[in-house]
């Protein structure tokens, strides 16, 4: 089924641990961002990529590394993870023109010790 | 970026028609109003988008007030699974725009049998 792929669904880290949490579309979106949702908030930008190769900083990037090699994956890379980086991961993708929606993935939830 | 204005919570009879506002007095000539929603322990799900006249698709109807400094998503006959965080944002209509975008906390509907 066409959508977004996010795995692993779930994860606990100690803290200092690196990890990569990958996401995969298959509709040939340009766009593709990661949000972290904390308990009783919004979703907060992380990181976005309007194309392979394109990635750029979004509202909350400390700790967190991407690289988008292709237009289908979007790996996140925490490279040394924190008890503050405890939180739910969406990954989004999009066709990057305002007139259309974005597709989520159905979440990680990240938990460090 | 352009901001949104939402309540925080509200509540609706079920089989009855729920109006959800949002404020985007900010709102830019290029900018579409885009809704989602998010269902517990669910990644966000869109609902619909428009620019400057109302929308309608299977799940809902956008209201988008003349001066588009409003708009209001119409649930026109609540069940319980229409129970759920709905998010107002904003998002610019050119190619590779401005894709910074944050959710806010959104209006969590509750739906009372």
């Known amino acids: 089924n066409a959508g977004v792929t996010q795995t692993p669904k779930f994860q606990v880290l100690k803290t200092g641990q690196s990890m990569t949490l990958q996401c995969a579309q298959d509709?040939?979106?340009?766009?593709m961002s990661w949000y972290r949702q904390d308990p009783g908030m919004g979703l907060r930008l992380i990181h976005y990529?309007?194309?392979?190769?394109?990635?750029d900083q979004g509202e909350v990037p400390n700790g967190y590394n991407v690289s988008r090699s292709t237009t289908e994956d979007f790996p996140l890379r925490l490279l040394s993870a924190a008890p503050s980086q405890t939180s739910v991961y969406f990954c989004?993708?999009?066709?990057?023109?305002?007139?259309?929606?974005?597709?989520f993935g159905s979440g990680t939830r990240l938990t460090v010790v | 970026d352009a901001k949104t204005t939402q309540p925080n919570s509200m509540e609706s009879n079920e089989e009855e028609p729920v109006h959800l506002p949002c404020n985007h007095s900010?709102?830019?000539?290029?900018?579409?109003i885009h809704w989602y929603r998010q269902l517990p322990s669910q990644g966000p799900e869109y609902v619909i988008h428009?620019?400057?006249s109302n929308v309608n698709n299977r799940m809902a109807s956008l209201a988008i007030a003349e001066d588009r400094k409003s708009s209001t998503l119409i649930l026109h006959r609540a069940t319980l699974r229409d129970a759920a965080v709905y998010y107002c944002i904003l998002r610019e209509g050119g190619n590779f725009g401005n894709e910074k975008l944050t959710f806010g906390t959104g209006t969590r509907l509750t739906i009372i049998p």
């Open positions: 990529s309007v194309g392979a190769g394109i990635t």
């Open positions: 509709m040939n979106h340009e766009y």
């Open positions: 428009g620019l400057t």
């Open positions: 900010t709102i830019s000539g290029t900018d579409y």
């Open positions: 989004a993708s999009s066709y990057v023109t305002g007139s259309n929606g974005y597709t």
